[in-house]
């Protein structure tokens, strides 16, 4: 064929062309020499670009051309072709029986081979031609016609897939080999040419059935019952891995058409994905079992399985599901989620396969964070509030959360009065309590409690920056320390207080009973909440509650001391001066208590009237906390060696009167407190002391206290006249004055200011 030939830029050519069949314009391609190579080499070498253009053009043509050519002969030779890929079919049949035919011929052959005797070899004599011809034509025997019929069948039934006539097949073929096996009925090479075709059969539909196995359309009946025609087959091993390779295929189909959607924060998806997981390792496991009973090998290979899916849909929903919300710490959709997937996992365990350790060991770095993330945002939270809490005490707005019915803390909680930030506190800690009591199995519980103290000490460290005094002094957070709205009035200090007080003696260790509840039952976690069946955990986790309780108490008495003690420039109002300057003067004093130990009387008295409304039914608190803010007080000059130094030992000496006004304020102190029920054995030993250690002051001085000290009864006459008079109780305008009396030296300018304080 010329190149002109292609160029429909020259007019013979294209002339030429038109007259061309397709078959013409084909044959250069059929040849069996043909080579593209060079082709396009000789055809296209010299050609321009635009006669290369239009060789592309008139081949893609020639290729549309050839292929409607193809479909044409298809549609018109259809019939021949079926009929041909029969007659292929039939043809393929015949030789598949030629060839047993003639195995058939040759184990006849190896048989007579064998069955010669090997005497007759040494007579010298050989085969006539007639025994060798009687040999040749000697008809088939029943066995070969049944070996050529077994055969047969065999193809047939492994062709139509009729397994369990195939395996019945089988067996009476091993009956055979095996009754002529005992009897001897067939010669060594026929009954090894009839164990070779039956293994050669039980491998082919072996091999059918594993293909079945692999199948999407093959239901659950049909691989169970393939699965079981292998184990009878005699491969049992691969059987087992396709019954689970098959399960786990099924597995990923479905997997595909599930899809994680964040509006329900992944407790749908989480809930779907792992049902059709464990009921998919549960059917799988049934399987083996019905089929494969409990041998170890099956066994063994189906817990490895089974651990290997669990360990990817752990990692599928850790992905999907728990990451996100772990670091911000959601731990509630994070446990919700743990527990979904635990729960599914867990019903597993009736069957032998205990996989809640494999999801564990996944997911539990993850409810770590999320419980780690979850304190600090507690932490951020009430800090937060905390920094606009007025500090007054009400009862909270809406009980806390609780999965299903109401909780027996939520209904607690709402029942006391707390501050907007403690009430959040409380709130946020039953939820991670409620959240973490529910996966005991994580065993959490230890480092969830530890976080919950610690949490509670970061807001009691809160609310000791609230008191004024705070600002002043040390700061107790160093520089991570939160901005809090300042507790100015002793309402709002002591409301403090109550917060402390309820979270730590009733509402946190409630919370704490959840963490464990879940071991022990409702009845055992009720019998916990009261003090006499406490278990030792929770006995150690009152006293450090209560130790920071103790914090907070004595920041309070420290900072009202202090109150006292000091002025507002930073003069110091209990000194040894006070004392000292008595005998100074000419005249006798107006005695009444000191100015400091009045105030003291007249705040411990409004304290103790503002705790007896809020301490109700917890009045050993508020006795400890009035016996600790007066020790405060006392043992702050016990300690101060600058005031007995100038007591003991400075130019000016304790004299009569001084002894006599500190003997007073001591027995005023005792008697109030006294009366108050207030005061502590130390307190009083401590006061004890300290009269004795003025009145050995006195005696340096070569002065006999006793001699110049009233009776015991006067110091207590007037510390009671005092009490009464500071409380406003006692009118004595019209009282005739006993100068004889104890009380005489009281006048009635000093009954006046005393009174004035008391109001005041």
Not at 397 to 407: I, L, Q, T, Y
Not at 499 to 520: F, Q, T, V
Not at 687 to 711: G, H
């Amino acid at each position: 064929m010329e190149r002109g030939s292609f160029s429909s830029s020259k007019g013979d050519s294209a002339d030429f062309e038109s007259e061309l069949t397709l078959s013409d314009k084909l044959k250069v391609f059929k040849s069996t020499n043909f080579d593209p190579q060079n082709y396009v080499t000789n055809h296209c070498g010299a050609m321009s670009e635009k006669e290369i253009r239009h060789l592309c053009i008139y081949l893609v043509g020639l290729k549309k051309a050839s292929a409607e050519e193809m479909r044409k002969s298809v549609y018109a030779n259809y019939a021949s072709f079926i009929r041909t890929s029969k007659e292929i079919s039939d043809l393929e049949g015949e030789l598949v029986s030629l060839k047993n035919l003639l195995s058939s011929r040759a184990n006849i052959i190896h048989s007579i081979a064998d069955g010669v005797r090997v005497e007759s070899l040494h007579d010298g004599t050989d085969y006539s031609r007639d025994d060798a011809i009687e040999l040749k034509d000697r008809e088939p025997t029943k066995f070969d016609k049944w070996l050529s019929q077994f055969t047969e069948n065999l193809e047939i039934l492994l062709a139509e897939r009729r397994v369990e006539e195939a395996l019945t097949a089988l067996d009476e073929g091993e009956n055979v080999a095996e009754d002529a096996k005992d009897h001897g009925s067939l010669t060594p090479s026929a009954l090894l040419s009839l164990q070779n075709i039956i293994l050669e059969n039980r491998q082919k539909l072996a091999d059918q059935l594993a293909e079945s196995t692999c199948q999407a359309s093959t239901n659950g009946f049909e691989l169970r019952s393939s699965v079981q025609a292998m184990k009878q087959l005699g491969d049992g091993p691969r059987a087992h891995t396709l019954l689970l390779k098959s399960h786990q295929q099924k597995l990923h189909r479905n997997m595909q058409l599930l899809q994680p959607s964040s509006s329900s924060h992944g407790t749908a998806y989480t809930t779907a994905l792992s049902h059709l997981v464990f009921s998919t390792i549960a059917q799988a496991a049934n399987d083996s079992l019905a089929i494969f009973d409990d041998e170890p090998a099956f066994a063994s290979e189906l817990v490895t399985w089974a651990v290997n899916q669990t360990e990817a849909f752990a990692q599928l929903i850790r992905k999907n599901v728990i990451a996100a919300p772990a670091a911000s710490g959601g731990l509630r959709i994070v446990t919700e989620c743990v527990h979904l997937c635990l729960g599914h996992c867990s019903l597993l365990e009736d069957r032998g396969l205990a996989l809640c350790p494999t999801l564990l060991k996944i997911f539990k770095p993850y409810l770590e964070q999320a419980l780690v993330s979850n304190l600090k945002r507690i932490d951020l939270s009430t800090a937060a509030i905390a920094a606009s809490d007025d500090w007054s005490l009400s009862y909270p707005p809406v009980a806390g959360r609780s999965w299903g019915a109401a909780s027996v803390s939520s209904v607690v909680a709402s029942q006391q009065k707390l501050t907007s930030s403690a009430h959040r506190f409380n709130t946020m800690i039953q939820e991670l309590c409620e959240d973490i009591g529910s996966l005991e199995i994580l065993q959490l519980s230890e480092q969830a409690l530890e976080g919950v103290l610690q949490s509670f000490n970061s807001y009691v460290n809160m609310m000791i920056n609230a008191f004024p005094a705070s600002v002043e002094t040390e700061n107790l957070e160093g520089p991570a320390r939160r901005i809090v709205k300042i507790a100015e009035t002793e309402n709002q200090q002591i409301a403090l207080l109550a917060n402390a007080l309820l979270l730590a003696d009733e509402l946190l260790p409630r919370a704490a009973i959840k963490l464990s509840s879940a071991n022990r039952g409702d009845d055992q976690a009720r019998r916990a909440s009261d003090k006499h069946n406490r278990p030792p955990e929770q006995r150690e986790l009152k006293r450090r509650l209560q130790r920071l309780v103790d914090q907070l108490r004595d920041s309070f008495c420290r900072q009202h001391a202090l109150d006292l003690i000091f002025t507002e420039d930073g003069g110091v109002r209990l000194s040894a001066d006070m004392y000292l300057s008595m005998d100074e003067g000419k005249d006798e004093p107006e005695w009444f208590p000191s100015p400091i130990f009045q105030e003291l009387f007249v705040k411990l008295t409004r304290i103790a009237s503002i705790v007896s409304d809020i301490f109700v039914g917890r009045e050993r608190f508020a006795t400890i906390l009035l016996m600790r803010f007066t020790e405060t007080v006392i043992l702050w000059f016990s300690d101060d060696q600058n005031f007995w130094d100038e007591i003991e030992a400075g130019e000016r000496r304790l004299g009569p009167l001084g002894l006599q006004q500190f003997y007073l304020d001591m027995e005023f102190v005792i008697l109030f407190a006294s009366q108050g029920r207030y005061l502590s054995r130390n307190l009083h030993q401590v006061m004890k002391n300290v009269i004795s250690r003025a009145i050995e002051a006195v005696q340096a001085n070569n002065i006999d206290p006793y001699s110049v000290l009233p009776e015991d009864e006067w110091f207590a006459d007037v510390a009671q006249i005092a009490i009464k008079m500071l409380m406003g109780h006692a009118n004595f305008e019209n009282t005739e004055r006993d100068m004889n009396s104890p009380t005489a030296s009281v006048s009635a300018r000093s009954v006046s200011s005393a009174h004035s304080h008391g109001s005041s």
